[in-house]
T-cell receptor, first 111, second 117 residues
Framework: DAKTTQPPSMDCAEGRAANLPCNHS???????VYWYRQIHSQGPQYIIH???NNETNEMASLIITEDRKSSTLILPHATLRDTAVYYC????????????FGSGTQLTVLP | EPEVTQTPSHQVTQMGQEVILRCVPI?????FYWYRQILGQKVEFLVS????????KSEIFDDQFSVERPDGSNFTLKIRSTKLEDSAMYFC???????????????FGPGTRLLVL
């Protein structure tokens, strides 16, 4: 089972920041937080990941709380093309490298 | 930018037939995966493959499934005798294996939509 909890859906106005929360209270010390998204039935697209520190790349920012029990993915200026299901995934753990997907958050960017 | 490719994009087959789904991972990646997603359901892990052998597999990956890296570029998933419930999107992924954890990031292909009639 997925080790993360996300809201099932969120809306965001085009051009505004989209803040997607994720709870991962049972994360272990060596596990990373990964974010992927899936547009329609396309392959999951990697967005960003982090361990302890906040991270930023050309797509998004990742804010991880100090206790690492939750995180927020920030899309600074959402566009209609950002409408997708966003998955917060914790791992890999030990020798197991597979990603365990939950149900994710359906983000709808509204015009 | 390098990407994972998959062929075919769509496959329709009759129940009981064998299908082979093909993937070309990113060229310097060493770890390969298959996942599937039944319509409306979660993405599920099937199998991972490293150094020419299966590294991990899920309960879904039973004797009907097999994987192979027949040459230096392709990675295939074979379903020997397809069942109706094998209808799904099948995604291949690859990652660069390294000591640094950031190299574990998995990159997914666009998927093959398999329909078993």
């Amino acid at each position: 089972d997925a080790k993360t909890t996300q809201p099932p859906s969120m809306d965001c106005a085009e051009g505004r920041a989209a803040n997607l929360p994720c709870n991962h209270s049972t994360i272990s010390g060596n596990e990373y937080v990964y974010w992927y998204r899936q547009i329609h039935s396309q392959g999951p697209q990697y967005i960003i990941h982090g361990l302890k520190n906040n991270e930023t790349n050309e797509m998004a920012s990742l804010i991880i709380t100090e206790d690492r029990k939750s995180s927020t993915l920030i899309l600074p200026h959402a566009t209609l093309r950002d409408t997708a299901v966003y998955y917060c995934i914790v791992g890999p753990s030990g020798s197991a490298r597979q990603l365990t997907f939950g149900s994710g958050t359906q983000l709808t960017v509204l015009p | 930018e390098p990407e994972v490719t998959q062929t075919p994009s769509h496959q329709v087959t009759q129940m009981g037939q064998e299908v082979i789904l093909r993937c070309v991972p990113i060229s310097n990646h060493l770890y390969f995966y298959w996942y599937r997603q039944i319509l409306g359901q979660k993405v599920e892990f099937l199998v991972s493959f490293y150094n020419n052998e299966i590294s991990e597999k899920s309960e879904i990956f039973d004797d009907q499934f097999s994987v192979e890296r027949p040459d230096g570029s392709n990675f295939t998933l074979k379903i020997r005798s397809t069942k109706l419930e094998d209808s799904a999107m099948y995604f291949c992924a690859s990652s660069e294996l390294g000591q640094a954890k950031y190299q574990e990031t998995q990159y997914f292909g666009p998927g093959t939509r398999l329909l078993v009639l």
